[in-house]
């Protein structure tokens, strides 16, 4: 039962801190494009590089 007494406080602490981490995120922008990261994977550029100087005959 006295464990009570350390684990009550502690939880609420790491409640406080993750709520802090979230705000902190949504302020920050971190939610803001949840659909683009995403997409950029399966969009490859599957075009080949040209050539930058082309062969002399």
């Not at 039962?1 to 801190?17: A, K």
């Not at 971190?30 to 005959?57: C, N, R």
């Amino acid at each position: 039962m006295d464990i009570l007494l350390l684990l009550i406080p502690l939880s609420l602490v790491i409640v406080g801190l993750i709520a802090w981490i979230m705000l902190w995120a949504a302020k920050n922008g971190q939610f803001d494009d949840l659909e683009g990261p995403a997409h950029s994977v399966i969009m490859d550029d599957d075009t080949p590089p040209k050539p930058d100087d082309p062969a002399k005959p």
